[in-house]
């Protein structure tokens, strides 16, 4: 299994930023698939998740109306995009197979000014 973020990086508050998720190794079409994020001295929380057909999704309330998760299972791959990004998202962002236990190296997230 290999899980390939990218699309992090450094935006001021309100901006916006779109992470990838190249997936590869086992069957993603088939796969419920994840982002988590992980801030500095907290643990793991899952930020959304999508089915393996992405009609069944569900978010973290704090970013309820403001990330968008989607899948494209003809490239093997998983997005988030994150609008009006606020400081405290600030986080490293994982893509996983599932739950938190298969995941990616994780990009990292920082929102300042």
């Known amino acids: 299994v290999q899980l390939v973020e990218s699309g992090g990086g450094l935006v001021q508050p309100g901006g916006s930023l779109r992470l990838s998720c190249a997936a590869s190794?086992?069957?993603?079409?088939?796969?419920?698939m994840s982002w988590y994020r992980q801030a500095p001295g907290k643990g793991p929380e899952c930020v959304s998740r999508?089915?393996?057909?992405?009609?069944?999704?569900t978010y973290l309330d704090s970013v309820k109306d403001r990330f968008t998760i989607s899948r494209d299972n003809d490239k093997n791959t998983v997005y988030l995009q994150m609008n009006l990004l606020k400081p405290e998202d600030t986080a490293v962002y994982y893509c996983?197979?599932?739950?938190?236990?298969?995941r990616g190296q994780g990009t990292q997230v920082t929102v300042s000014s």
């Open positions: 996983t197979m599932g739950a938190w236990t298969i």
């Open positions: 190794g086992f069957r993603f079409s088939a796969s419920t």
């Open positions: 999508i089915d393996s057909r992405g009609t069944s999704i």
